[in-house]
């Protein structure tokens, strides 16, 4: 599902995501265009600080995410296990604890908190002759097994 770039309507869609769904995980990509050949684990989303106006030109009540919120919430993924055990050849994967304050880390708190933690964020490059789609694709699909086995330890 592709979100807007647009605060309200993310967190609509996030929400739906979550009471619709009820995935046992929910993974979000959004782009680091400032990345290369950079794949970015993003370990928590933060609440508050969303200054930076949309694509309609707002921004959230009180530049957070949820009012009463708090300030931060950490994924239930492990990133930095993650990012210890899996590599893929081509491309650099690091961990982040900081995934900005726009529409990336605004969706990424949301679904934490709807979602009770269970949800992950990747930053992927902008694709590019070593960068593909099918590149791209593979190595997301390799890293979302490896948090997919983590959601299974975490069941047992």
């Known amino acids: 599902m592709q979100l807007p770039v647009v605060y ?6 996030v929400c739906k995501i979550w009471t619709t769904l009820q995935p046992l995980l929910t993974v979000h990509v959004g782009l680091a265009s400032s990345a290369t050949a950079l794949i970015i684990l993003e370990q928590c989303g933060k609440n508050k ?32 296990t993650l990012w210890k055990n899996i590599s893929v050849e081509g491309i650099d ?10 529409i990336c880390d605004y969706t990424y708190y949301t679904s934490l908190y709807y979602g009770n933690g269970r949800a992950a964020f990747i930053h992927v490059p902008p694709l590019s002759e070593s960068v593909t789609a099918e590149f791209l694709g593979k190595a997301l699909q390799t890293i979302i097994l490896a948090m997919l086995e983590q959601c299974g330890e975490q069941r047992e």
């Open 8 to 13: 309200q309507k993310a967190k609509e869609q």
């Open 49 to 80: 600080g969303y200054q930076e106006r949309d694509a309609c030109g707002f921004h959230p009540e009180g530049a957070c995410c949820v009012l009463d919120g708090p300030e931060k919430i950490e994924s239930t993924i492990n990133m930095k």
């Open 93 to 102: 994967i690091i961990l982040s604890r900081d995934a900005g304050r726009y």
